[in-house]
């Protein structure tokens, strides 16, 4: 019953979205409540918000609505996804957003062409749920830590996971009906900083690293996956 409770609230909410552009984030269950986490700082979580919000009104002061382009923002690593009419818009889009207030990196995936069509955009949004459905159905993989979202059957997952996790929630996206290719834009930690991320006790001190923004020797790593 959780599992079906779970799968319908998904579906819910990336409907509610209305466009392939709104990334899914959600929360695992416990209890039988939905609980949201996120291996984010909550100033980092809000600084995305305004990285998009400010990404979005440049690319309508410079190209209106001549091209379709999406943002996404995690860890103030920038996704950028979506069709533009030619290559040297796809570049001045990727230098447009470099230069947004506080993105530090920008990972270009624009494909060249005509604008994918409303069906597509609303395929990519239930896709999208049945992406977090999945991995809420899987055990060892978690959901919450991960955001997603698609551009014509494509998937992009980005957080801040472990190898390990990163390879199980590949497996499980694979496995799901309509996904064409799984892109990861992810930024690895090791097994030792993950469990530096888990509850402390009262008086034990927080780790440092918890959603920080990572060092230079920390860069996230794009691998598609074809």
Do not use: W
């Not at 919000?53 to 002061?61: M, P, Y």
């Amino acid at each position: 019953m959780t599992s079906q409770f779970v799968k319908l609230a998904v579906t819910f909410l990336a409907a509610l979205q209305l466009s392939a552009c709104a990334p899914l984030m959600f929360g695992g269950v416990v209890g039988g409540a939905m609980v949201a986490s996120d291996r984010r700082t909550t100033g980092i979580q809000v600084e995305d918000e305004g990285i998009e919000q400010r990404s979005a009104s440049a690319i309508r002061e410079n190209f209106g609505s001549k091209e379709h382009i999406n943002i996404t923002s995690y860890n103030r690593q920038v996704l950028i996804t979506g069709e533009v009419s030619n290559d040297t818009v796809r570049s001045q889009v990727e230098q447009l957003i470099g230069r947004v207030q506080n993105v530090r990196a920008v990972v270009n995936e624009l494909a060249i062409g005509s604008a994918s069509t409303v069906g597509d955009r609303s395929n990519d949004v239930l896709l999208v749920a049945k992406v977090k459905a999945s991995m809420v159905d899987t055990e060892d993989v978690f959901a919450n830590v991960f955001k997603v979202t698609s551009e014509r059957g494509t998937v992009y997952l980005m957080g801040r996971v472990t190898q390990r996790e990163a390879k199980r929630a590949t497996e499980v996206v694979r496995g799901v009906s309509g996904v064409k290719r799984v892109v990861r834009v992810l930024e690895y930690i090791t097994e030792d900083e993950l469990r530096a991320m888990q509850p402390k006790r009262s008086d034990q001190q927080p780790s440092s690293t918890n959603g920080a923004a990572p060092s230079a020797a920390q860069q996230p790593v794009v691998t598609p996956i074809k």
